[in-house]
């Protein structure tokens, strides 16, 4: 009797095991792209990519308005390092933002331009998404005194549903900020200095098609019950 009970409890497990979805994801890739720039002198805007320190090592740039003083402002945003493992739910880093405020000509510099971040995954293999969202953009004309520009942020995100295989995930991005406790709805930045806050997001999976067990399984877990049965029936009789 106790054999034909672990036997039952083995099966159990495994049927468990061998149903319930693992949750875990690996990231592979975060990068960004600077797009749909708006107002400003749009013959002065450039775009590259420059080496840094900070995470994927490559931060994609948007520089925008005449200078001033032989440097233009800009935008830039890196990817964060990987493979970066984390569960669904869990807040994780995607990026750092950063904003470079230089002298520029009144008029000249963009009012707002849109960040298009773009995830893929080593774990679950295939799973891919995009976000994307809009900065607005406060330049000072600096004519009587220095003041500080403002990259501003969006208060609210709609979620985006990407999926891979039978599941299906739900991508939530957060804000910018310090740390995910600490969301600001603005950089401000000082003319000629440096800015720069990390981009925060958490992803929950859940399934598209509910789990259906191998028949082996069925046939284990249903063999565990019968065999209970028989050896109840034995023992009565």
């Known amino acids: 009797m106790r054999v034909l009970v672990k036997i039952f409890c083995s099966g159990l497990l495994v ?27 749009q013959a002065a805007l450039s775009y590259g990519d420059g080496a840094v320190s900070y995470g994927s090592g490559i931060e994609n740039r948007v520089w925008f308005g005449v200078a001033a003083n032989g440097e233009q402002s800009g935008l830039g945003f890196a990817g964060v390092g990987t493979p970066y493992a ?9 990026g750092r933002l950063r904003h470079l405020n230089a002298p520029t000509v009144q008029g000249s510099s963009i009012t707002g331009v849109d960040l298009l971040v773009s995830m893929s995954f ?8 995009q976000v994307g969202f ?17 990259v501003c942020f969006p208060t609210s995100f709609a979620p985006v549903v990407f999926g891979a295989d039978s599941a299906w995930y739900t991508f939530e991005l957060l804000g910018l900020g310090p740390d995910p ?5 603005s950089l401000q930045t000082p003319e000629g200095c ?44």
């Open 134 to 150: 809009t900065l607005s953009l406060t330049n000072t004309p600096n004519i009587d005194s220095v003041s500080d520009d403002y």
């Open 15 to 41: 049927l468990l095991f061998s149903t319930s979805p693992l949750y875990a994801l690996i990231l592979g890739s975060v990068t960004g792209e600077w797009i749909n720039p708006a107002g400003g002198d």
């Open 181 to 185: 406790s600490n969301l600001v709805s």
């Open 86 to 94: 984390f569960d669904s739910g869990d807040i994780f880093e995607l």
């Open 122 to 129: 080593i774990d679950p293999a295939g799973l891919a998404g």
């Open 194 to 237: 440096l800015n720069n806050a990390y981009l925060w997001g958490r992803i929950t999976a859940g399934d598209a098609v509910e789990p259906v067990p191998e028949p082996v399984m069925l046939i284990l877990f249903g063999s565990g019950f019968l065999a209970l049965a028989g050896a109840r029936i034995r023992s009565k009789g």
